[in-house]
């Protein structure tokens, strides 16, 4: 089983819609989540971390389930900016500094 | 000005070629990372310092040589690389020691072999 599995999608949705992504993991001792974004031909940049109570920031909101081992993003009232690549990253271990990188979910928000 | 830089931006490079990636932080952080970006694959970590050590090696090709002379600065030195090693090599830093610290990316080197 591969470490993480994210839908690769594309995901086309129109402006306003609601979109959500999963990305399972396999380790269940990987202990920090976080959400990147990732525009074309650019470099990755953090969205968001991913707290074990959920988090929000505002029209974004992460989710951990531990116990099934998933983590999500939901985009509430897409925007055009909203196109790119999510990728679900996560650390293993607490004080280990590698960040390990799902393949990516490629977004695209259409007028 | 961008917290991680790397230079140089696009590289073509013969087999037999020798050439040097550059990535320098300027966010004080004491980690440093190579990841490389092949075409619909994820991200793979390749090589990580901390504090100019490096602690992993995610069992990259002796081709790849990473060199790290100050927590500000990592290079990869490439040699005799394969058409296949053709990618976008990503250089992060982040603060070590911190579970929930971000890591930062520089724009990317993007090499082709020919």
């Known amino acids: 089983r591969k470490e993480v599995e994210q839908d690769p999608g594309p995901f086309n949705v129109p402006e306003g819609a609601t979109v959500a992504f999963n990305c399972t993991y396999s380790?269940?001792?990987?202990?920090?989540f976080f959400w990147y974004r990732q525009d074309c031909r650019k470099e990755p940049k953090l969205l968001m971390s991913?707290?074990?109570s959920g988090n929000e920031d505002g029209r974004f909101t992460a989710q951990l389930n531990r116990a099934s081992q998933y983590i999500s993003l939901l985009i509430r009232d897409s925007k055009l900016s909203d196109s790119a690549t999510y990728l679900c990253?996560?650390?293993?271990?607490?004080?280990?500094?590698?960040?390990?990188f799902g393949a990516g979910t490629r977004l695209t928000v259409k007028p | 000005e961008t917290g991680v830089t790397q230079t140089p931006r696009h590289l073509v490079m013969g087999m037999t070629n020798k050439k040097s990636l550059k990535c320098e932080q300027h966010?004080?952080?004491?980690?440093m990372y190579w990841y490389k970006q092949s075409a619909k694959k994820p991200l793979e970590l390749m090589f990580v310092?901390?504090?100019?050590?490096?602690?992993e090696n995610n069992s990259v090709p002796s081709r790849f040589s990473p060199e790290c002379p100050n927590s500000s600065h990592l290079f990869l030195h490439l040699h005799t690389l394969q058409p296949e090693d053709s990618a976008l090599y990503l250089c992060?830093?982040?603060?070590?020691?911190?579970?929930?610290?971000?890591?930062?990316f520089g724009q990317g080197t993007r090499l082709t072999v020919v």
């Open positions: 992060a830093s982040s603060q070590a020691g911190m579970a929930n610290t971000e890591a930062f």
């Open positions: 991913v707290y074990s």
């Open positions: 966010l004080g952080h004491n980690a």
């Open positions: 990253v996560w650390r293993e271990r607490p004080n280990n500094n590698d960040m390990r």
């Open positions: 310092y901390n504090f100019k050590e490096q602690t």
């Open positions: 380790n269940s001792a990987s202990q920090s």
